[in-house]
């Protein structure tokens, strides 16, 4: 993949989803997770912009998002979605030794707007919108406050968009708590995958990116030298066949060059059959000779040695 110098049509940013709501109104949860833990957030989901890729740790602070031994997921999502079709989803999340649960989920296309639309949530979960996008939480009951260890699952259908709408990507936050009426020492985690419009020519894989570090309600991830730069790269493989991806990173500084200048940040193989999602986590500490300024992070999945298949990107700045 090295032989491609710049790569084609990077998705546009989305627009700001805008910032979590005052504590007690509404930040990732349901309306009783015990506390300043029945905060309920909207728009703390990610979206496909990674600007805007706000996640629990924002308001429950403890160990860094996905840093913990437990896990989250969304089970249902097709390889290929059939337009007007409704599918079933479970999410799910889990932890050793937490006994209070909440979860966001939403769906967006690739300018950020709703995409589909969910119904049939059960007797745990509840749907809301902001105007531009729908989002699945839990409800009151659901938080499963004294439910030890997990997992807990919600439901909620999705029904597919019209056709001609391009891939529906699914994003979800999680928190896992420990139920002391805090929203402190608290684990949470991420997860995205995508679905594809079937009967259409599309690309063979999609990548998403979630920072795994908290990110507050500004439009551009901030880092300072010494802090750790981290993220999630989501791959979903919509081909019928195994496939065999490689996944690198690299920056774009705030002169505008690429960093580095030859190869790549990170490289890593994926391997995934059909319609698995698979997780490539990177990490780095920002060295105190980075510049100051603006930074344009990019995720790339291809199949070597030199096919591009997808591109996502979002800026963070660093910072003094």
Known sequence: MDSIPHFRNPRPLLPWLGICVA???????????????????????????ANNAKNCSKCHGGSGTNSGSGSAAVVGVPREFTPGATYGLTIRTAETGRTVWGHQLTATDSNGVAVGSFSNPDAFT????????????QNSQGNF????????????DWTAPPPGGGPAYFWMSTVAGDNDLTQFNDSTYNFARASVEAGTVHLGATIMAQPDFPTSGIRVLSRGAGDDLRVAMRVSNHKPITENYTVVTRVKLPSGSIYPGAGYLSSDPLTLTSGQTGTVHFSQTIPPIAPLGLYEFQAIVGIAPSTFVDLFVFPFEVVP
């Open 126 to 137: 509840e749907i809301v919108t902001d105007g531009i996008l729908q989002f699945v939480l």
């Open 23 to 49: 504590a007690l109104l509404t930040v990732l949860g349901a309306s009783v997770l015990g506390g300043l833990e029945r905060d309920k957030p909207t728009k703390d989901t990610a979206s496909r912009s």
């Open 145 to 156: 406050a004294g439910t030890p260890d997990g997992p807990v699952v919600w439901h909620v």
